[in-house]
């Protein structure tokens, strides 16, 4: 969320950045907004303090036996506390507008981040490895898996319909051997702190993220729990149950950066994705993901970007994945990101002689959720300061599984395991139809 006396004071400036994204220009009317806010509050706190005063007066005017004085006053007060809750309720209603208004609108680029309308006005930022070659067609993912008798997309829809799977024997193991690897790598070698985190999450937290109010139809809301019957919702990212353990609080900057992560379960409604990626595991409603986020101070935010992305990039190049690490521009930009690196993995088996298909993106949100969340933190001149925010894939499970599939398969439709895998998989060379 933005700060409005930001915007008070400089919003050519506000406009300029927010139009970058494709927008139309919304600092007139947040102001307008702001003004009806500011009128209501100060007609509440003039008619507070003649409440106060008049209420002394009253005093004043007996202790002078001046009857007709204090029973005028005595009117003007009753009259005050009648129109008083009606000017409570404008503040009210005006601070929630104004809170609405600036709750519905993304975040600001960066200055360097490229400017476009879409996907095709990324950029690439460099790429690693080789794509590989084949002695024969690599097949996708999906007609490898039920040829092994591992993956199995209709018994998934009979329990849950479309877009979910069942994987079974050594494909099941070798998602969850990825998973393992990722963990171990960003825990043992990164410097990140596991956690296991609920997920189901309140409003609250779902609107600290920004996942609320604007993308509701794009989460799964798992209705009433408990006895307060209280709405939860199921996460879409662990970023939401991973960023929020810091809000509404005030962090020590000797504690910052902090970095967490965590492999949990996914879960998103796709709704805006009818036709695209029907087939296989590319967009399902139901999947896994280590997630990776940072707590910084604004002074280490850029640097974190830097090493959060190499932190994701370096599990892809230990499986002898090839990809490629794309900036997004201005219009492909996630609503709560500052800038945004997405790492794009080669996948044999997609489409016509294959595709590059997402696997991470890694984001700098600068202290967008952190007003939204009320996370802060006290330096050493001991003055409270919003914190930034990060979060990144390290990486995708499922998608890093089909890029395993497709890459390491072989002619007779078997998997060869990747060499860093093998001790999870129990030794085990190659995944094969019994």
Sequence with gaps: MHDIKAIRDNPQAFDAAFTRRGLPPIAETLLALDEARRKAVLAAEQAQARRNAASKEIGEAKKAKDNARAEALMAEVAELKTTMPALDAAVKEADEALKKALSEIPNLPLAEVPEGADEHGNVEHHRFGEKPTYTFVPKPHYDLGEALGMMDFEAAAKISGARFTVLKKGLARL???????????????????????????????????????????????????GSGGEGYWLIPTAEVSLTNLVRESILDEKELPMRLTALTPCFRAEAGAAGRDTRGMIRQHQFSKVELVSITTPEQSKDEHERMLSCAEEVLRRLGLHYRVMTLCTGDMGFASQKTYDIEVWMPGQGEGGAYREISSCSVCGDFQARRMDARSRGPDGKPRFVHTLNGS?????????????????????????????????????????
């Design 175 to 225: 998602e969850r051997a990825i998973g393992q690897f990722f963990l171990d790598v960003h825990t043992g070698e990164h410097g990140y702190t596991e956690v296991n985190p609920p997920l189901l999450v309140k409003d609250d937290a779902m609107f600290g993220t920004a996942q609320l109010p604007k993308f509701r139809e794009d989460q799964f809301a798992a209705g009433a729990v």
């Design 394 to 434: 390290g990486t995708a499970v499922g998608r890093a599984l089909i890029a395993v599939i497709e890459n390491y398969q072989q002619e007779d439709g078997s998997i060869a395991v990747p060499e860093v895998l093998q001790p999870y998989m129990g030794g085990l060379k190659v995944i094969a139809k019994a």
